[in-house]
């Protein structure tokens, strides 16, 4: 996991959604979530959670 990374998982605590850190970071929510996918594995260590209607962390 690198710094634009942990950036990514700050911006989804701030905002609750992935879709809006999509927007705010000026990326698709396709590829924050494949970006997110990568962390999580790369690290072992789930940070995040995502629900119906919100990410949780």
């Keep these: 996991m690198d710094f634009r990374e942990l950036k990514y998982f700050?911006?989804?605590a701030d905002?609750?959604?992935v879709g809006r850190?999509?927007?705010r970071l000026y990326k698709t929510q396709p590829a924050?979530?494949?970006c997110i996918d990568t962390g999580w594995k790369?690290?072992?260590v789930r940070l995040?959670?995502?629900g119906w209607?919100?990410?949780f962390v």
């Design 32 to 34: 924050l979530t494949k």
């Design 21 to 23: 850190t999509a927007e």
């Design 15 to 17: 905002e609750r959604h």
């Design 53 to 55: 209607d919100a990410a």
């Design 48 to 50: 995040c959670s995502s």
């Design 42 to 44: 790369n690290s072992w």
């Design 10 to 12: 700050e911006v989804i």
